[in-house]
């Protein structure tokens, strides 16, 4: 090889390292400036949930961790506030003097000249749209076992739908005199209240412990490591953490796979299978550091619920099979 071209190519090699270093530093620079805030937000029901974000104003922070208010509910800082020095964010029920009240919204048609001559006194004919309040109803679920002290839970409040309802009105000397209903539109749906029964909650020395649907029992802390596991493995949905907590629950029903476990959590635990035993990502998501969605799709899960039947899964584009959050669910061979 000739000297030129031996230059020629140190050169190149001189430049490439030269972009590569530029590269590095620019992405160094640009991580660094990025400033993540613990944020502690506090439900309604009083559940209180704390979150790593660079976001500052209220309402992108309660959208990245997929929360929503209800119609009779507020939040403390408001939504276009930013971010208080105490990093709290409140949710709250709105008082009476708050709730936006049903609106009457009129519109008068006169009725013909032959049909006023036809009586002594005028009669006029309203069309009147009213919005009317549609009451929530309250379902209770009996999932407690044995014969023990019961107590009720409450693990969905109840919200009033709204519904449009149209009457015709009729009105003579400016008193009603008969009033119809021609026509009705549901604006937002009731949602039920569901209260569960179910034992009561031991108390050790190790804290409290709950048993699921009479099968597995856990105290807090157990709990929370299994929403952390689930979070990490999938948190952008409730059907997607749903479906995480389903395939461990799967496997510690399957004789199959009974050597790694017969409890959710166990199976979680057993080498090489879930994010527990292959890194240590999920830490950071303990002591609730994950979207409530994760933690209600868990406690359904242990009391019954399920979404699939199947028994491994895979990031997408690494299998074939059902697509679920983001994760491709499948049973192996």
């Not at 119809?180 to 209260?195: C, L, Q």
């Not at 479906?243 to 796979?257: G, L, P």
Request: charged share 25%; proline share 2%.
């Amino acid at each position: 090889m000739k000297n030129d071209d031996k230059a020629s190519i140190s050169l190149k090699k001189i430049i490439c390292i030269a972009i590569l270093f530029i590269f590095i530093m620019t992405v160094a620079v640009t991580a660094t400036n990025v400033k993540l805030n613990n944020v502690k937000i506090i439900l309604t029901s009083g559940y209180e949930m704390n979150v790593l974000t660079s976001k500052k104003q209220i309402s992108e922070i309660l959208e990245e961790n997929h929360i929503i208010l209800l119609e009779d509910e507020k939040v403390i800082p408001d939504l276009t506030s930013e971010l208080s020095d105490n990093n709290t964010i409140k949710i709250t029920k709105k008082t009476e003097e708050e709730i936006e009240l049903p609106e009457v919204v009129e519109t008068s048609e006169d009725i013909s000249v032959e049909q006023i001559l036809s009586t002594y006194d005028t009669i006029v004919e309203k069309l009147v749209v009213e919005k009317v309040k549609i009451p929530y109803e309250t379902i209770t679920k009996n999932v407690a076992t044995g014969a023990g002290t019961k107590q009720d839970k409450i693990v969905q409040y109840g919200v009033d739908g709204l519904k449009e309802v149209t009457y015709k009105i009729k009105y003579q000397n400016e008193k009603e005199i008969e009033k119809k209903e021609i026509s009705s539109k549901i604006i937002r749906k009731p949602v039920d209240k569901i209260v569960e029964v179910r034992n009561k909650q031991v108390t050790t020395r190790s804290g409290t412990v709950v048993r699921y649907a009479g099968k597995w029992s856990y105290s807090e802390s157990e709990l929370d490591l299994l929403c952390a596991i689930t979070a990490q493995e999938c948190s952008s949905s409730y059907n997607g953490a749903l479906a995480v907590i389903t395939t461990a629950c799967n496997r510690a029903q399957s004789s199959r796979w009974k050597s790694r476990g017969t409890d959710p959590l166990s199976q979680y635990k057993a080498k090489g299978q879930f994010c527990y035993s292959i890194d240590n990502h999920w830490r950071k998501r303990l002591n609730g550091n994950y979207p409530a969605h994760v933690k209600q799709a868990v406690i359904d899960a242990l009391n019954g619920k399920r979404n699939h039947n199947y028994l491994s899964f895979r990031a997408a584009g690494y299998a074939n099979g059902v697509n679920i959050g983001g994760n491709v669910y499948f049973n192996a061979m």
